[in-house]
């Protein structure tokens, strides 16, 4: 392969701050297996030689351009229409549905690929792709820092990870505080999931200040101020285009608008949050703690294989619209190879796993995953943390069915 691929994972000094300033927790990774550093340095080889014998670059392609554009005209296209056609309300809900389908499709395919600097051997391109974040009306700095940096480096690591952090009634970690309500909500989770992305366009306020707050922000070169400034005028401009331009250019009325706005999101966070969970939350996905020396005891390749889980790893289709977060292991391994090679590089990871001895938690099907993550969910509602086993964290998984 023409670049050194960079695979291999320093923890980043502003995550280490992160820990001091935020959490007080200083966790560091070191494993006294030597199967386990073995493990790491086999993966890391053997998918470092599959790019370097076929010669093809890590990053993202012309296919990957190609979905980039079909998923942003999913979600402008529909757009176009409401704001220029005449139509009923009921067909401008159809409209906002898609909207909703291609803004997760954006997320998943471009955004995510891109914030990670996988999608294009230019940063450029990287940072322009990143940028698709706005038009969520979300935050590029925020998403950095909580996914790439907390989400990737601490994996289901209680108070680290925000994914699997307290999220209303919903609780997605076996060390949370367990209370009554709780047992239902494998009945309630899939709704709240839907306000997942519209409640992140008022969280990123508190997230930016607590970034600011702890240092974060100036720690990775950024001015405080400044991304105040990018904060508060992208989602002035994405709402005024959002919720502005139907109410001048349409003759829907104002309640119209907001419901075709939220249906939306509510589409959108229903198949993130969901994609999402299918990955960490369900059956196999270790939430490993601490010990009491902030040492996580395995190697960090080894913490990622245990926290994280595949689906559906044959359904091409729903790979191809999910951006490869169906193969969230080979994902979390290697965060700056593009997605778009996950099913080839899937089975030299998973044979290295084996070889190993480690456990390569993979369920089957899509449906498959969802009952798996139901299942996980019933159980989080119902598991006192009190009654939680530790195992030791260098253990090696057993397998799931
Ligand atoms: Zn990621």
Known sequence: MGQKMNSRLTLPRFAIFINESICMRNIKFKSPDDNQTQFATAVRKNVD???????ISPKGDWTLRLKA?????MYIAPFVLILTLPMSAWFAMLLFIIMGIGTAGVGM?????????SYSRQAWENTLMGSSMYLLGSHVFVWFVQH????????NIEGLDGDIGPRGPLRLSEHAPL????????WYAFPLYGLMSISKLVRDFSQLSEYNKAGITKAQRRSPGMEWVKLVSFKAIY??????????????NIWQILAGFFIMHWVTGVILATIFQLAHVVEGAEQPLELSNGLIENDWMVHELQTTANFARNQHLLNWYVGGLNFQIEHHLFPHVSHIHYPKIAP?????????GYNYNMKLTFMGALVSHVRRLK?????????VVLVPSNSKAVEVA
């Open 179 to 186: 209370k009554k309500m709780h047992r239902y909500q494998h």
């Open 348 to 356: 030299i990871v998973e044979r290295t796993a084996l070889e190993f």
């Open 49 to 55: 030689q599959y790019f370097r014998e076929t010669g």
């Open 109 to 117: 395919g471009v955004m995510h690929d891109a914030i990670h600097g």
């Open 379 to 387: 159980e989080l509602g119902n598991m006192d943390p009190a009654m």
């Open 148 to 155: 790439n940096v907390m989400h990737h480096t601490y994996t």
């Open 69 to 73: 554009f079909s998923m942003l005209a």
């Open 239 to 252: 709402l005024l285009a959002m919720i502005g331009l139907p109410l001048m250019l349409t003759n829907f």
